[in-house]
């Protein structure tokens, strides 16, 4: 498209000419609107699209297992296992539906998995564990990541098996042991799992390779609507 300078009509640089005008490091427009330096170093490139997308989805997960709602709704301890548990079941939530993404979803899965635990050793180290012990964490961890999933394949589609599975992976409430104190927790947990994983499986391909989905917190809750006049109201006073 011609330039106009002072109303005057200035001539098109043919395009040859246009394609030799490399920009300087001090000019960081050209830079960013060429993207010709990203593409070198391979930013564009599938494998790396893949990990960064991978990351920013991991960080989703860390973000939703976060939410208050879980801890006062769903009535979670707030102690460092409930938090990990949430967060294995974001991953999970994740992972469900990334199966279906053939070899993308498979290497997606890997960058999430290992940056999970990667974050783990780190927290654990930061708590002040040794570095024998948080090895030892490490597997045990795994062992209950592992014991979580498996469980919400074996039972996503049956109602009274999720219950099952909730109670014991993220109540701690003994197999076949769910009692009137306890189910109706329970049963809001399974629902919100059941919710989200639907969810999950009725994004686009494109949603769930490139981060474009969200969580919903408030399936299950009973005062969702209270609890978010709340989480404003905080934020307002913070503002302040």
């Known amino acids: 498209m011609p330039s106009f300078q002072h109303g005057k009509k200035v001539p098109e640089q043919p395009a040859t000419e246009q394609a030799q005008q490399v920009p300087t490091s001090g000019d960081a427009t050209p830079l960013l609107k060429g993207n010709w330096f990203l593409k070198l170093l391979g930013y564009y490139g599938k494998e790396s699209t893949i990990i960064r997308n991978a990351n920013l989805t991991y960080n989703k997960c860390?973000?939703?297992?976060?939410?208050?709602?879980f801890y006062s709704e769903y009535q979670l301890g707030g102690e460092y296992?409930?938090?990990?548990?949430?967060?294995?079941?974001?991953?999970?939530?994740?992972?469900?539906?990334?199966?279906?993404?053939?070899?993308?979803?498979?290497?997606?899965?890997?960058?999430?998995?290992?940056?999970?635990?990667t974050d783990e050793e780190s927290r654990m180290t930061d708590a002040g564990l040794h570095s024998l012990l948080v090895s030892r964490n490490v597997k045990?961890?795994?062992?209950?990541?592992?014991?979580?999933g498996v469980s919400l394949d074996k039972s996503?589609?049956?109602?009274?098996?999720?219950?099952?599975?909730?109670?014991?992976?993220?109540?701690?409430?003994?197999?076949?042991n769910i009692t009137l104190e306890n189910f109706d927790k329970v049963?809001?947990?399974?629902?919100?799992?059941?919710?989200?994983?639907?969810?999950?499986?009725?994004?686009?391909?494109?949603?769930?390779?490139?981060?474009?989905?969200?969580?919903?917190?408030d399936?299950?809750?009973l005062n969702w609507k209270k609890h978010r006049v709340i989480c404003r109201t905080k934020k307002k006073k913070k503002k302040k």
């Open 62 to 69: 860390v973000d939703a297992s976060k939410h208050q709602i």
């Open 219 to 221: 399936v299950g809750a």
């Open 187 to 217: 049963k809001r947990m399974a629902k919100y799992i059941k919710e989200n994983a639907t969810h999950m499986l009725e994004q686009p391909s494109v949603s769930v390779l490139t981060n474009n989905f969200v969580y919903r917190p």
């Open 81 to 117: 296992i409930d938090k990990f548990t949430m967060l294995s079941l974001h991953i999970w939530f994740c992972f469900y539906r990334l199966r279906r993404e053939g070899s993308e979803g498979k290497q997606m899965q890997q960058e999430m998995f290992d940056t999970f635990w």
């Open 156 to 176: 996503i589609d049956n109602e009274q098996l999720l219950m099952q599975a909730v109670a014991k992976n993220i109540y701690g409430v003994p197999e076949g």
């Open 140 to 148: 045990e961890f795994q062992r209950l990541f592992y014991g979580l």
